[in-house]
């Protein structure tokens, strides 16, 4: 909770901004596709494995489990005689990707607004 000036509440126990990160969105390559699919709207399978490095099995475990939790959809079709697999973020991966880079920023404040260690160093 925070005052109507936007600051803290001293009075309202508060936990810290990474308790509140999903484990499912954390990871770095389900961030990556998470943040891709939010960009592109759509995108092709093959263009997630080169953009974030990934052997097509490493990214279909991935995708599995985003598709397994609602975040995302698989579609699976063709662009003339080829298979193609396309993702889109769900209305609830929407949300997922936004609570998670809401609290990376918490997190990014609370170390920029921390005294550097040579500051907090006691004098000599």
Known sequence: MTT???APDPYEPA???VTGL???????VRLGILTIA?????????YLRTQLDLTAGNLSKHLSVL????LIEV?????????????TLTAAGDT??????????????????TDTREERRPPD
Do not use: C, M, N
Not at 22 to 28: N, P
Not at 75 to 87: D, L, N
Not at 104 to 112: M, Q, S
């Open 67 to 70: 598709e397994a939790a609602g």
């Open 38 to 46: 939010h960009e592109a709207r759509r995108a092709e399978f093959g």
């Open 96 to 113: 997922a990707l936004a609570d998670q880079i809401a609290r990376l920023k918490l997190l990014i404040a609370r170390v920029e607004t």
């Open 75 to 87: 579609e699976k079709g063709y662009a003339g005689k080829r298979g193609r697999t396309w993702i």
């Open 15 to 17: 936990s810290h901004p």
């Open 22 to 28: 999903d484990e499912v969105v954390h990871q770095r």
């Open 4 to 6: 109507e000036a936007g």
